[in-house]
């Protein structure tokens, strides 16, 4: 079992800035890619960013030079900073983690975080 907790969520102002950070635990040998989504009232939840084997990296159209999704192989931890927020990325947002373990694969989500971006 693999367990994903997220932090860094918060209210912030538009233009302004967040880092959220998902820290995994358990059965983890390595971590095979991982993406951040989120999900708006009344919307389906929708990827943001992924990060993937060899560290190539994914963005939705809506985030591409303003979100950055990295991660930190030795602590099992995934990020993902926020820039130049707008009001409409106001969601609760998600970490998705694939784990490999020998004889077997993870994968696993994170109970959310709020961000909220509003004057």
């Known amino acids: 079992q693999v367990q994903l907790v997220e932090s860094g969520g918060g209210l912030v102002q538009p233009g302004g800035s967040l880092r959220l950070s998902c820290a995994a635990s358990?059965?983890?040998?390595?971590?095979?890619?991982a993406g951040w989504y989120r999900q708006a009232p009344g919307k389906e939840r929708e990827l943001v960013a992924r990060i993937n084997r060899g560290d190539s990296t994914n963005y939705a159209d809506f985030v591409k030079g303003r979100f950055t999704i990295s991660r930190d192989n030795a602590k099992n931890m995934v990020y993902l900073q926020m820039n130049s927020l707008k009001p409409e990325d106001t969601a609760v947002y998600y970490c998705n983690v694939v784990a490999y373990y020998p004889g077997t694969t993870f994968d696993s989500w994170g109970q959310g975080t709020q961000v909220t971006v509003s004057s």
């Open positions: 358990g059965s983890i040998f390595s971590i095979n890619a």
